[in-house]
């Protein structure tokens, strides 16, 4: 028999990237291709981008650079952009840097084999279409190889919202939602083969509307519905915007057994100015009654945001409402980044603000989050959680999981295994983690 070929896959951004790469992966496991650590040992390098960060075409390219000497080395060897800098720069890709084979859309992915066997003729292949036909349908069964404790599952994409900020919409496309069966169907697969906490994906995942079997479903009612999967023990999804959150997604907060106290709500700033030019339709008092509204239903749940600073005509007075904002709601995590332009958004051709001064900003908002970030962690001390153990720690006999709350926790010198959802009592609280001991 001959030797599988090998796959690299490196893959950037976002949790749905992630799934993406699993799902690229698999597919092309039909055509041989087992998955590589390395790329030095790969028959085909595959890059999956993601758009949203710094200068991302850039950092591609520069990523392309370094497998020159390796493409020289092994003219056999071919080279794939994936992913949304595929879907914004399409052939410019192949112009820019002639050693890429294949470039294919967020949307294209399913039709990956029939593009790696085009570049095995000497042949080049683009797609950056929006097809008709759903990808995930498309898409072989996922193989019945055993799998860790959790697991990423796409049930939305695309946006509808176009944040002035934001590329989504033009890269992922419009909202689309899989039917309820088929994501169920997935979620009980991955339960046969190991999982027990289920993430589920969309870049506007509250807008879930995917049909069921007695018209469409909302996220809340997939969720019910995923609750009764049996085996599947914890159920999260990410990303939600405020305008989406429903009274009944609301309600499954405070009574779904299996849906966790976390919620990623991402409100970008505290300023109604501000958030009025970002086109989020959403004001800072209607994001915190918002708020109120969640933590009635479920009390001791988790929040988590999203920041941008520095936003085009943001002034000082602007950032000080987002801070305000900030020490109002006290979020147990939160992501911050300083504005940057992206070509073809509205926002990028305003007045930017002085990069200094949006680099303090950001400081002094991550001093901010990581303050509250450290109470609320610390706070759990002495409390008891429920920890769903992932893998070894770096210390002989210790082992890590999560929390309902997301917390990474360790114990040591423990009986559990990979797997395990065990009771915790915690102990300590370091810097980035809990410390504690099994119940």
Request: proline fraction near 5%; charge should be negative; glycine fraction near 8%.
């Given at each position: ?307 941008i600073v520095g936003f085009p005509e943001e002034t000082e007075e602007d ?27 509205p926002a990028a051709e305003r007045p930017q603000v002085d990069p200094d ?83």
């Amino acid at each position: 028999m001959s030797e599988p070929k090998k796959l690299y896959i490196k893959t950037y951004g976002c949790q749905m990237n992630v799934y993406d790469s699993e799902r690229m992966s698999e597919t092309l496991g039909g055509q041989g291709y087992v998955e590589t650590q390395s790329p030095d040992d790969a028959d085909m390098i595959l890059l999956n981008t993601c758009h949203i960060r710094e200068k991302a075409a850039e950092k591609v390219y520069s990523e392309l650079g370094r497998f020159k000497g390796l493409k020289a080395e092994k003219p056999d060897l071919k080279i794939g952009v994936a992913g949304c800098v595929a879907q914004a720069e399409g052939e410019e890709i192949m112009r820019r840097q002639p050693l890429v084979d294949l470039v294919v859309g967020p949307q294209s992915y399913h039709r990956l084999p029939e593009m790696e066997a085009k570049t095995r003729t000497g042949a080049k292949a683009l797609d950056t279409d929006f097809p008709e036909e759903d990808k995930f349908e498309k898409l072989k069964n996922r193989p019945n190889a055993k799998r860790g404790p959790t697991a990423f599952l796409t049930v939305q994409e695309g946006c509808d919202k176009f944040c002035a900020f934001c590329v989504v919409p033009y890269t992922r496309g419009a909202e689309v939602s899989r039917p309820a069966d088929r994501i169920i169907r997935e979620a009980q697969d991955l339960v046969e083969r190991g999982v027990r906490e289920i993430t589920l994906l969309g870049q506007n995942v509250n807008a879930y509307h995917g049909a069921g079997a007695n018209g469409d479903m909302t996220l809340a009612g997939l969720i019910w519905e995923l609750n009764k999967v049996d085996g599947l023990e914890r159920i999260r999804f990410t990303t939600s915007h405020p305008n989406d959150m429903a009274d009944d997604l609301i309600e499954a907060h405070g009574t779904c057994e299996k849906l966790m106290p976390y919620l990623h709500l991402p409100v970008q700033s505290g300023s109604d100015r501000i958030l009025k030019r970002m086109n989020r339709s959403h004001t800072a008092e209607s994001y915190l009654r918002l708020i109120e509204r969640i933590r009635a239903a479920r009390p001791d749940i988790v929040m988590s945001g999203d920041f941008i600073v520095g936003f085009p005509e943001e002034t000082e007075e602007d950032f000080q409402a987002t801070m305000d904002l900030v020490e109002e709601v006290k979020y147990g995590y939160a992501y911050s980044f300083k504005y940057s332009t992206r070509p073809g958004t509205p926002a990028a051709e305003r007045p930017q603000v002085d990069p200094d001064a949006a680099d303090n900003r950001l400081q002094r908002l991550q001093a901010l989050i990581t303050q509250h970030q450290r109470e609320i962690q610390d706070a759990m001390v002495g409390r008891k959680v429920k920890v769903l153990f992932e893998k070894s720690g770096r210390l002989p006999g210790q082992m890590v999981g999560k929390s309902e709350y997301l917390h990474s926790v360790h114990v040591s010198d423990a009986d559990v295994a990979v797997g395990e959802l065990r009771g915790v009592q915690i102990t300590a609280s370091g810097a980035n983690s809990l410390a504690g001991a099994l119940i």
